[in-house]
């Protein structure tokens, strides 16, 4: 039996977690660069598994499969396609990062504060959320899929809810109250969701038997399996509810500017980064492929609710006052274009979604984490609190000017190329809704610029006057990524090559081909 | 005429004597009854011969052993294949030997042994006048505040009966389940119920509140026992037997040999209905489903919280166990007719107790609302009314019985002067003064909300899904639904723990000693084991599915 790369991928962190949580209270440094060095072996493994992926190899690779729970017909299979190996690539990249920025935000407070931030918990607590996502990204088995989908739940609720920034505009006992009503949000939000998608996993395997994502699929191909018309939409319903509550999408995203808001800066880019794709990247990997009837049959209203995501994210981003909350609601922005682009059932449209995916990733990295720098440095999320730090601290306004580029998708850098992708996909099915969808860049352009108008250009507060510049630790979080920004802008082939023979397959799962006259998916 | 001519008149002539047939009883398959039992009776005789110093150790040593060792007679009959290929009916058809029978006993008795690790716990309070004190009054009989009780505490008197009384419970308990006919069924409900009345008067602090709290149990119970009889006498006179193959002959209209005698009554619906109903309320009174949960969270905040947490498991198991037998042995024929009343119980039972639990502010009473919550979870399995959903109902009950004692004997160590602190409001902060304590019982109240890879949810999945296939589909909607509800409660409590400021005079945890670690221990093991790799339990209790008729 060849080395379990896919397993190794998820318990190495899961060991550094535990590891971590191990270290005696008083050696929190050496907490900290333990759980930092548990997730660079990730990062390696992870980079070994996208050397051992072959693009254009069979449909899942690298798979293990091994008995589980034979009484609920459950085995524990992993494999990767190019889509989930790009993610799982995406989220062993940003863990480093996230913790780098988080080096200092679960230190204990000067003594006096009655805050308790156990340090260990909150680097522990990260990597147990890594291996969770990463195993959700690898299961092949549905409910295996769905005990990580659920379970990842709790050590966010506990990031979330037990750690928040250092200092709040409103005094302590009030940023106590917000964090834990964003955390019971957030986990109430998902468990519900969670909860309606488990009457549909036990639905699915009523009628089906077992929960093996390719036997189901196979079934479903060759017509083994037959499912009723009102049953499949129906299963369908239950489980892209759930992940329309993770991704989060139009009218049930409200959990997500909360939960940004309060949370930590890296824990925030945790959520929205890597935890929220495990919803789009579960439809496109179990709505569609389970259910490709129902999926065709709902894409009308889910292309709607994606659009008015799309602009009332956008929207609702220009007005706020808040830095976090506005990258919050530019994120929901993002995910109606992520879903948009899958349900326009073009392989445009699923390879600009999945590229979105892992470009979102990092410009949303990229932007929330230098905010994450700027507020700490300010003690306020306010963006009326700010005013003319490019002149104190360029490094930082113009990192911060980077990652805002990216989020309004500027060419030459890499959300561009995703975000074309998908209105070029769903234009050639869909032109209304593409044409609507294009509004959102627009709004895209008012909300990043304005941000960074009224923070970083005009004259200097006397509050940020003696702000320091990006320190060695932030360059490092920041640098790579503005470089990866860059490069993935100008040259997104590497990417591209390993999603779309993926994206091919899914998109012949649900018996669709792209609308002619074809459009030569831009390489 | 000779001296026998004349008798012949009124007599005739016998054949040679035969022997009265003794009852055969086959002793080595009851021997785990048998066993807590005897032991039971050597606690009693403990109690009056040995000097008041030793009692406790002599109890709690005879309680051991003897529980350990009818565990050991439940593991050997399981495995000379009792519980399938040589499961039969016991001690002329009273008592059933098979699969769901050995499982359910072997669950009672480990919840028991752990359960009694909490009943025998003695360092949780300081010590009163040098002497240890454990959660039981000093002598029940003392008016609580009165001198008599005050004379009691500081002769440091100890009330050791509660060991003796614990083993007849679960005697009881273990019958009850495999009782196979309807008089069996009702002796074991009396001879469990009545320790559990005593049990749950004797609290040590807040007499007041645990007497009453014994008097609500003992005249609701009462009352259900008596619809019980009631229903047993309505059946017998339906069926003419109390025995449960006999009865289910008569209901499926299978019965070859009817006697004249009873013709006339037998068969009459009106009786099986009737009867039928009444039985299985009293069942649902014991396992504390909605309408018949009223006494649930007044007993559960009553009682000394060890007697809690051991009732909570021990006894839903035994009913649930009862409730089993009696719908799938003796009424599948009449499954037409309780299936819809079941439903209906269940989705009342799931909803009103996750519904009522959101306004608690009693840490027992929250969790006494979560178990009928839970009941309601394990009646749909029950309505499914196939294999699985007999092997995924003994798998939760299973699962659920050690993190109901391992959350209750957390209960019992968060404390302040007034002893266990039991108002929700104190246990905000928990999770700064001792985060161990705190992420224990963090992880008991996500099993008990059924999130992955804990127990609760293998349970949970295991008895929807039965549901499901057994066609129950709305009721498995309802369930997640009321799943959500109660997972806002558990989670509330997490919140407090966790992300809420400690109160400067807030409760203290103790610590315990060994045993009550031991049965907090086991309750995080079983959890974190059943939810990771319940394969071989599940398989146990599939294994274990099949009741003998």
């Known amino acids: 039996m060849s080395f379990p790369l896919l397993t190794a991928t998820a318990v190495l962190p899961a060991i550094g977690a535990i590891a971590t949580a191990a270290v005696p209270a008083a050696r929190r440094d050496a907490a900290k660069v333990l759980a930092l ?3 660079l072996g990730t990062l390696a493994l992870a980079i070994a598994v996208l050397v051992r992926f072959d693009p254009d190899g069979g449909r899942y690779q690298l798979t293990e499969s091994h008995a589980w729970i034979a009484d609920f017909g459950v085995r524990y299979e992993l494999g990767v396609d190019g889509i989930a190996v790009a993610l799982v690539a995406l989220t062993a990249l940003l863990i480093p990062f996230i913790l780098l920025a988080g080096w200092h935000d679960a230190d204990p407070l000067e003594t006096g504060s009655k805050r308790w931030r156990p340090t260990q918990g909150f680097f522990a607590l990260i990597l147990g959320v890594e291996a969770m996502v990463i195993l959700s990204f690898e299961a092949t088995d549905v409910f295996l899929f769905y005990i990580f989908f659920e379970a990842m739940l709790i050590p966010m609720y506990f990031l979330i809810g037990g750690f928040g920034d250092r200092a709040h505009a409103h005094g302590e006992q009030v940023a106590s109250t917000q964090r834990s ?10 468990l519900v969701g969670g909860l309606i998608m488990l009457a549909a996993v036990i639905g699915l395997y009523v009628v089906a038997g077992n929960f093996s994502l390719q036997e189901i699929a196979q079934a479903r191909a ?14 369908f319903l239950g489980f892209f509810f759930a992940f329309a509550v993770k991704a989060p999408l139009w009218p049930l995203h409200t959990w997500l500017p909360n939960a940004m808001g309060e949370a930590t800066a890296p824990v925030a880019v945790l959520i929205t980064a890597v935890v929220d794709k495990v919803g789009t990247f579960a439809m496109l990997r179990f709505c569609l492929q389970l259910f490709p009837e129902a999926s065709k049959w709902a894409t009308p209203v889910i292309l709607v609710l994606a659009v008015i995501s799309i602009i009332y994210g956008a929207l609702l981003a220009v007005g706020q006052r808040d830095i976090k909350r506005l990258v919050a609601y530019a994120s929901i922005s993002h995910f109606g274009f992520i879903i948009m682009g899958i349900f326009a059932m073009t392989s445009q449209g699923q390879s600009g979604a999945t590229l979105y995916m892992v470009n979102h990733g990092l410009s949303t990295a990229a932007l929330m984490l230098v905010a994450g720098f700027l507020i700490s440095r300010r003690g306020s999320r306010l963006i009326a609190d700010y005013g003319g730090v490019q002149k104190v601290a360029p490094v930082l306004a113009g990192t911060f000017l980077i990652g805002g580029l990216a989020t309004l998708s500027l060419p030459g850098l890499a959300p561009f190329v995703s975000e074309f992708l998908v209105l070029v996909g769903t234009f050639t099915r869909y032109p209304a809704i593409g044409i609507v969808a294009t509004l959102g860049i627009v709004l895209a352009a008012l909300y990043t610029l304005v941000l960074y108008q009224r923070t970083m250009t005009g004259p200097v507060k006397p509050e940020v006057s003696a702000m320091p510049d990006l320190r060695m630790r932030e360059l490092l979080v920041v640098g790579p990524l503005v470089v990866l920004l860059i490069v993935l802008g100008v040259y997104p082939k590497p990417v591209a090559d390993i999603v779309n023979p993926a994206v091919k397959q899914t998109m012949s799962d649900v018996h669709k081909s792209d609308p002619k006259p074809e459009v030569e998916a831009a390489k | 005429m000779s001296a ?47 000097p008041r110093k030793s009692r406790y150790y002599a109890q709690l040593f005879v309680s051991v052993v003897a529980l350990c060792a009818a565990f050991a007679a439940v593991v050997v009959l399981a495995a000379d294949g009792y519980g399938t290929t040589k499961a039969h009916i016991a001690a002329m058809g ?32 300081p010590q009163a006048h040098g002497n240890h004190v454990d959660s039981f009054a000093a002598q029940a009989a003392s008016v609580p505040g009165s001198d008599s009780e005050k004379a009691a505490v500081r002769a440091g008197f100890t009330t050791t009966e509660v060991f003796p009384l614990l083993l007849f419970a679960v005697t009881g308990m273990l019958i009850f389940p495999a009782a196979n006919d309807l008089l069996t069924l009702f002796v074991a409900l009396e001879v469990f119920s009545l320790p559990l009345y005593l049990l749950c008067a004797l609290a040590r602090r807040k007499r007041l509140m645990s007497q009453e709290a014994a008097v609500k149990y003992f005249l609701l119970g009462a009352f259900a026992s008596a619809f019980t009889l009631f229903g047993i006498a309505l059946l017998y006179g339906y069926a003419g037997s109390v025995s449960y193959a006999t009865i289910s002959q008569v209901v499926d209209g299978t019965l070859t040999t009817v006697d004249p005698a009873l013709a006339d009554t037998m068969g009459n619906d009106a009786l099986l209905l009737i009867g039928t109903a009444l039985i299985v309320m009293g069942l649902l009174f014991k396992v504390g489903a909605v309408p018949f949960h009223m006494w649930t969270p007044d007993v559960y905040q009553g009682a000394p919280t060890p007697v809690t947490g051991f009732m909570a498991a021990a006894t839903k198991v035994a009913a649930f166990g009862a409730l089993l037998r009696i719908l799938y042995v003796v009424l599948p024929g009449l499954r037409w007719d309780w299936r819809p009343v079941m439903w209906g119980v269940a989705i009342i039972t799931m909803l009103g107790g996750a519904i009522v639990a959101i306004t608690q502010t009693d840490i027992k009473r929250l969790l006494a609302y979560s178990s009928i919550a839970h009941a309601g979870f394990i009646l749909a399995g029950v309505i499914a009314t196939n294999p699985d959903g007999v092997s995924s109902v003994l798998f939760y009950l299973a699962a659920y019985s050690f993190v109901t004692i391992g959350a209750f004997a957390v209960v019992t160590l968060v404390r302040d002067a007034g002893g266990e602190a039991t108002h929700l409001s104190k246990w905000a902060g928990l999770g700064r003064r001792s985060p161990l304590v705190a992420a224990v019982f963090a992880v008991f109240l996500l099993a008990f909300a059924g999130i992955p890879l804990t127990s609760g949810f293998a349970g949970k999945f295991a008895v929807f899904k039965a549901a499901a296939e057994g066609g129950a589909g709305p009721l498995v909607v309802v369930g997640v639904i009321s799943s959500a509800i109660a997972a806002f409660f558990y989670i509330r409590v997490i919140v407090l723990m966790f992300f809420s400021e400690p109160r400067p005079e807030g409760p203290t945890v103790a610590v315990p000693s060994p045993l009550t670690m031991t049965a907090i221990g086991v309750g995080v093991a079983v959890t974190l084991v059943l939810g990771v790799a319940p394969q071989y339990f599940l398989h146990l209790a599939g294994q274990a599915g099949v009741f003998v008729r």
Do not use: C
Not at chain 1, 181 to 190: D, G, R
Not at chain 2, 96 to 125: C, S, Y
């Open chain 1, 222 to 235: 060759n017509g083994s399996l037959d499912m009723a018309t009102n049953t499949e939409r129906w299963l």
């Open chain 1, 37 to 39: 060095l548990f997730s």
């Open chain 2, 94 to 125: 009273a008592v059933a030997v098979d699969g769901p029978a050995l499982f359910l006993q072997g669950t009672i008795l480990l919840a028991a042994l752990v359960g009694l690790f909490t009943f025998a716990e003695r360092k949780l309070d």
């Open chain 2, 4 to 50: 026998v001519a004349v008798h012949s008149l009124w007599t005739t002539a016998a054949g040679p004597i035969t022997k009265i047939d003794s009852p055969k009883i086959e002793y080595g398959q009851l021997s785990p009854t048998l066993i807590v039992v005897g032991a039971a009776i050597v606690g009693v005789l403990v109690e009056a011969f040995v």
């Open chain 1, 181 to 190: 009503y964003a955390a019971v949000k957030f986990l109430l939000y998902n």
